[in-house]
């Protein structure tokens, strides 16, 4: 049944504020599946399941799917997929649901609401998650991709970068969903870089990278300043001068290596 007609059926009016628009056009959702190359002994962790578009099509492959959906309205529409055995349904918002429960490398394909992404990313990256393939803004997408330089490159962008690897594997047009979005979305794939989560804290990382982008438009000296003593040997070593946006990872990493790493 077309998604529009489920929400009709349910009575469910969406909430802009739970970030509800839904895949409308299951063909995306296989796309989805398919570029994720789900097998049956994946365990996927879904965000938003919303009508079940996307979770019906995790759910053909046999793989087991977790999913986390905050809007309670959506129970009976959702309980339709209980035919599924491999499916768990948990009404909770995603913050606060206790990620510990999943089994290590657990995988993640959802179509996440967008007014959330920093903090669900924050806590992917800080779990025993392998990879993502996440539905997000074309902006945020964006963002997440943009090269140095870039004015869209965030301290969010560098962290990502960093611990993970980043493509863009979908563009979905905003026709695709009910309601229209305003703007395209695409699908990233984040793929955890084992190495550099075993050699560095992110925790640790992730705080100095923020800091380093306090005020984006003011040197890399400027914003360190704010958090560490005595600068003089490190600006004989790095270029400080230059903004955040235009330092490299590998520079972020080897001056968090030099000042705060435990490693
Ligand atoms: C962009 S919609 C995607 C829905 C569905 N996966 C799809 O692709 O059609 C985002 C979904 O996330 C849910 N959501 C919003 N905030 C949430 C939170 N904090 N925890 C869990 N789910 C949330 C919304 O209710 C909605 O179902």
């Known amino acids: 049944m077309k998604t529009s007609d489920l929400l009709k059926q349910y009575g469910i009016k969406l909430k802009k504020n739970l970030g509800q628009n839904f895949l409308s056009n299951t063909e995306i959702a296989?796309?989805?599946?398919?570029?994720?190359?789900?097998?049956?002994?994946?365990?996927?962790l879904e965000i938003g399941p919303g009508a079940g578009t996307l979770t019906e099509e995790l759910l053909k492959t046999g793989a087991k799917v977790v999913g986390v959906e905050i809007d309670k309205r959506l129970k009976p529409l959702l309980e339709r997929l209980n035919e599924f055995e491999n499916f768990t349904l948990v009404f909770e918002d995603f913050l606060k649901f206790d990620i510990s429960t999943l089994p290590k490398h657990f995988r993640v394909v959802s179509n996440i609401p967008y007014s959330i992404t920093g903090p669900i990313l924050k806590k992917l990256l800080f779990s025993d998650f392998s990879d993502?393939?996440?539905?997000?803004?074309?902006?945020?997408?964006?963002?997440?991709?943009?090269?140095?330089g870039d004015s869209n490159r965030s301290f969010l962008t560098v962290v990502v970068q960093t611990f993970c690897t980043v493509e863009k594997v979908l563009t979905v047009s905003k026709g695709n969903f009910v309601p229209n979005p305003k703007v395209d979305s695409v699908v990233l794939h984040i793929s955890k870089n084992t190495e550099v989560y075993e050699k560095y804290d992110i925790k640790i990382f992730w705080d100095f990278v923020s800091k380093c982008f306090g005020q984006k438009?003011?040197?890399?000296?400027n914003n360190l300043k704010t958090f560490v003593n005595n600068l003089d040997d490190l600006k004989k070593k790095y270029d400080l001068t230059l903004r955040p946006e235009q330092v490299s990872k590998e520079m972020f990493l080897q001056i968090f290596e030099e000042l705060l790493s435990p490693n």
């Open 30 to 44: 296989r796309q989805i599946v398919e570029v994720a190359n789900v097998k049956a002994d994946d365990v996927i």
């Open 132 to 148: 993502a393939y996440l539905m997000v803004q074309k902006e945020v997408g964006e963002r997440l991709l943009a090269p140095i």
């Open 217 to 221: 438009r003011k040197t890399l000296y």
